[in-house]
């Protein structure tokens, strides 16, 4: 699709589990063509909590790598009118009385 007046961009931040990307969309009357401009790894960090080890998305991380890639998004599209996130879920935890097993 060539980019015209008429599309708008969007910003789209997928986070899996072992890497994340900021993708930019232009969406339009002709449909929708996407383009990376962020990509960042995604790696565990092993905490201690209450004497068992466990893994943990490094949410400070990933937080700083999102913001990255949103400002270059904005840099190279500043008409930015929308931003979605998303992580596929495949992450869970399970608890019981409120901490982590």
Do not use: C, K
Not at 41 to 48: A, D, K, T, V, W
Not at 53 to 63: F, G, K, M, Q
Not at 73 to 81: K, R
């Amino acid at each position: 699709m060539t980019t015209s007046t008429d599309a708008a961009v969007v910003a789209a931040v997928d986070l899996g589990a072992t890497s994340g990307r900021v993708m930019l969309g232009h969406v339009g009357r002709e449909g929708i063509s996407l383009r990376s401009v962020a990509r960042f790894p995604n790696g565990p960090i092993r905490l201690n909590e209450d004497g068992h080890p466990s893994l943990h998305w490094n949410i400070v991380e990933l937080y700083r790598s999102v913001l990255a890639g949103l400002t270059t998004a904005v840099a190279e599209e500043p008409g930015l009118v929308s931003i979605g996130v998303d992580s596929w879920a495949v992450d869970y935890a399970l608890l019981r009385q409120g901490r982590m097993l």
